[in-house]
């Protein structure tokens, strides 16, 4: 069974960064693609807005046009870790942040259109002055 736990999130004024962490353990001979969603207030589970996907060894990342430029995803497979370096954060970047995993979903176009059979729980990311 993989497990999927996301760390790192908080409150933030608008400008600021945050450091997200998404550590996976259990079933990991393989490193898989992983892919960070986000929840915003009042949105329901259908629609979580991909924001990130890196596949296994790091060669291929995609991000969504709403974070170019400011997010930085990347993963260290010695210790099973993906990050989303958030900078130059903004009020609409404020979300529960969810790390998603499956083994067949590769970090393509329409990654974030697949369905992913194993998710965290979720850090609440809130940016306010």
């Known amino acids: 069974q993989l497990h999927v736990v996301e760390s790192g999130g908080g409150l933030v004024q608008p400008g600021g960064s945050l450091r997200l962490s998404c550590t996976t353990s259990g079933y990991t001979e393989d490193y898989y693609t992983i892919s960070w969603f986000r929840q915003a207030p009042g949105k329901g589970r259908e629609q979580r807005e991909g924001?990130?996907?890196?596949?296994?060894?790091?060669?291929?990342?995609m991000y969504a046009n709403s974070v170019k430029g400011r997010f930085t995803i990347s993963r260290d497979n010695a210790t099973n870790t993906v990050y989303l370096q958030m900078n130059r954060l903004k009020p609409e970047d404020t979300a529960v942040y969810f790390c998603?995993?499956?083994?067949?979903?590769?970090?393509?176009?329409?990654?974030?259109?697949?369905?992913?059979?194993?998710w965290g729980q979720g850090t609440q990311v809130a940016v306010s002055s």
């Open positions: 924001v990130s996907c890196i596949n296994n060894i790091g060669d291929m990342i």
């Open positions: 998603a995993v499956d083994p067949l979903v590769l970090c393509h176009p329409d990654w974030d259109q697949v369905p992913y059979t194993h």
